[in-house]
């Protein structure tokens, strides 16, 4: 157990709906990252955020956001949902305070299908 | 961050040493090697890292070379349940707080034969 928890661990839902993927980091971890794993592509950095404030965004798609709140737990919002937006989507957490060298963790995944 | 080189699967036997490779040659002296393995779907999870010292812990070794263009996992008794994706990272990790991501590659298919 990594201590990163993510909800739900599996969610169908339909072509142009919305969802909300939430995960809480490890505790007293600053930083969370997510991550997206579909079949035929690798894992895909989407967007980090640290300590409330987004840090690093990659191949994110403008239809989806994120935000990381006072307590430090994450949401990714998903809009506009296509077909190819099914996947794992991952969640993990860094960065404690006076620390080095952080070590990421991650959660196991949450499995999104879009019919 | 820099790029990584890895073979594309391995096959190991079952009790034997796994040495997976991987090479890193435009490191910087400020990135760490990272290892990273994905069982079938689950969360990567977290083997080792090292800066340019030799590692171990009680999952696997980590051998980097003294240029620290290469390393090398070891998993000195491999089992059937480490068969995984194994994934070798370089990474900038600054003290106190905000870190950089991981970025991954494609990594090494591992498979442990009985």
């Known amino acids: 157990d990594s201590g990163v928890t993510q909800t739900p661990k599996h969610l169908i839902t339909a072509t142009g709906q919305r969802v909300t993927l939430r995960c809480s980091p490890r505790?007293?971890?600053?930083?969370v990252y997510w991550y997206q794993q579909s079949l035929d592509q690798g894992l895909q950095f989407l967007i980090q955020?640290?300590?409330?404030?987004?840090?690093a965004k990659g191949n994110i798609l403008e239809r989806f956001s994120a935000q990381q709140f006072p307590d430090l737990h994450s949401e990714l919002n998903l809009s506009s949902l296509e077909l190819g937006d099914s996947a794992l989507y991952f969640c993990a957490s860094s960065g404690r305070r006076q620390s080095s060298g952080n070590t990421i963790y991650f959660g196991e995944g949450s499995w999104l299908t879009v019919v | 961050d820099a790029k990584t080189t890895q073979p594309t699967s391995m096959d190991c036997a079952e009790g034997r040493a796994a040495n997976l490779p991987c090479n890193h040659s435009?490191?910087?002296?400020?990135?760490?090697v990272y290892w990273y393995r994905q069982i079938h779907s689950q969360g990567p999870q977290y083997i080792i890292h090292?800066?340019?010292n030799n590692e171990t812990n009680e999952m696997a070794s980590l051998i980097i070379t003294e240029d620290r263009k290469s390393s090398t996992l070891i998993l000195p008794h491999a089992t059937l349940r480490d068969t995984a994706v194994y994934y070798c990272i370089v990474r900038v990790a600054n003290y106190g707080g905000s870190q950089g991501n991981l970025i991954f590659g494609k990594g090494t298919k591992l498979s442990v034969k009985p």
């Open positions: 435009t490191i910087s002296g400020n990135e760490y």
């Open positions: 090292g800066l340019k």
């Open positions: 505790s007293g971890d600053l930083s």
């Open positions: 955020y640290y300590n409330g404030e987004e840090r």
